[in-house]
């Protein structure tokens, strides 16, 4: 069977909700994603970010980069984010997760994207290996949208420095 190879090597993660400590002891891998029918047998048999209970978060990052801001092709950039209900959560994740697969990223530096499931709403994060106000304008032209889109570095979790 012929197979597609995708752009980038890809490793999607799970991160169940739990009351230890431990940052990286907590993620499971469930797939490395290297081929475009790889990236569709796993999206079709995971369950869509809506479905998630609270607490839990899905990582897809480029292999080789780690969801973690001490990654040192991480530690200078930042994420943008965006914090919708759980039904806009879904069609936003899998336009970032296509986008992704699919290299429709213009601006360079694009390390992975996450979400995390709240009671109410999912925030979903799109991690740069920069700081650059560009990148959260190619997100809002791959997602066809004006929702408002934040972004906070890693050397200073706290402070938002973009607003668009």
């Not at 029918?37 to 780690?66: C, Q, R």
């Not at 973690?68 to 994420?79: A, C």
């Not at 959560?89 to 697969?101: G, H, K, N, P, R």
């Not at 990223?105 to 992975?112: M, P, T, Y």
Request: aromatic share 14%; with cysteine; hydrophobic share 35%.
């Amino acid at each position: 069977m012929l197979q597609h190879p995708l752009e980038n090597n890809w490793n999607f993660l799970f991160k169940k909700k739990s009351d230890t400590d431990s940052w990286n002891s907590e993620f499971k891998k469930i797939a490395k994603i290297s081929y475009v029918e790889d990236f569709w047998a796993v999206y079709n048999a995971i369950p869509i970010p809506s479905l998630l209970p609270p607490g839990n978060e899905y990582y897809f990052f480029k292999t080789g980069i780690s969801p973690d801001w001490g990654d040192p092709k991480v530690k200078n950039g930042g994420r943008w984010y965006i914090e919708t209900n759980c039904g806009r959560a879904d069609q936003i994740w899998e336009s970032l997760l296509l986008a992704c697969v699919g290299f429709q990223f213009e601006v360079d530096g694009l390390c992975g994207i996450s979400l995390n499931v709240k009671s109410k709403t999912i925030k979903i994060f799109i991690w740069t290996s920069d700081i650059n106000c560009k990148f959260g304008h190619d997100v809002r032209r791959i997602l066809g949208t004006k929702e408002c889109l934040q972004f906070v570095n890693h050397v200073n979790s706290h402070k938002n420095i973009f607003k668009i």
